[in-house]
């Protein structure tokens, strides 16, 4: 998988030890896809070993009316066999209502908790900051996840006195080494993963989810061209596609705890 970084430096050294296990949360069944998909295709390919969260049911998603009582079930299946066209079938939820998602201690535990559990090298979430560009991309429950995971990992998740129940039930504190943010402001990207062999299994992912896009054509024409000025914004030879994120060292070799 090759990454290059913009005009802000990427801390992340593709050069670095090995991811071996990337932790996914967004808020909707679909998200990822549209934002990640393509790297999380190229991880898997490598044998990293991927996880979703998706914090809310995606219950006042869709446009048919008709679908209303069977929706949570319909995105719910989308959102398996979406993930199994890139590799993924560990797949966890919060249940917490769409359109309602706030950073609260009960969520925030949840991300500790699964952190925790899974112990993973790579945080992959949705991004805390509104992008003023493309407000599609900020849906309030977005930043809700950002904000919730952001918080989570630093402090509570290398903490072992806080949510003292998780260390009681066994999941000890643990230092994650890298936050990777995606669907933030263009300024704050930092790290550009060039998917251009990785793209069909995207779009393929994508379009799993039919009851979110009434016009498929449309969406798949509007993220193609997503992934071609993102590749552009990151400096990629012309006709590649990337995706980009803003990489966060949370744990690394000049950390100091709580500095």
């Known amino acids: 998988m090759s990454t290059n970084a913009s005009a802000a430096q990427s801390p992340f050294d593709p050069g670095s030890p090995r991811i071996g296990r990337v932790l996914c949360f967004t808020a909707h069944p679909d998200d990822i896809d ?7 295709a190229a991880w898997t390919a490598a044998g990293v070993e991927v996880s979703y969260c998706i914090m809310t049911d995606g219950d006042a998603g869709g446009f048919d009316p008709e679908q209303r009582e069977e929706i949570v079930r319909l995105r719910n299946e989308e959102q398996r066999r979406a993930a199994a066209l890139v590799g993924v079938t560990d797949i966890h939820y919060l249940h917490q209502r769409d359109g309602y998602l706030e950073p609260t201690h009960d969520v925030m535990r949840e991300v500790v908790r699964l952190i925790r559990q899974l112990r993973p090298d790579v945080v992959l979430s ?21 904000e919730a ?5 630093y402090p509570a998740l290398e903490n072992p006195f806080a949510y003292p129940e998780l260390a009681g039930a066994g999941l000890e504190a643990y230092k994650l080494p890298w936050l990777w943010l995606f669907a933030g402001p263009e300024e704050r990207e930092n790290h550009f993963v060039d998917v251009t062999e990785q793209v069909d299994s995207k779009l393929a992912a994508v379009h799993i989810h039919v009851s979110q896009h009434p016009d498929a054509g449309a969406m798949e024409r509007t993220v193609r061209g997503l992934m071609l000025r993102t590749a552009q914004r990151g400096g990629l030879p012309a006709g590649r596609s990337a995706e980009a994120f803003h990489v966060v060292t949370v744990n690394g070799p000049g950390t100091i705890a709580g500095f």
């Open 149 to 153: 995971v952001t918080r989570a990992v």
């Open 34 to 40: 549209f934002g990640a998909a393509g790297t999380i």
């Open 126 to 146: 949705m991004h805390p900051e509104r992008n003023w560009s493309r407000l599609q991309k900020s849906h309030p429950d977005h930043l809700a996840v950002g």
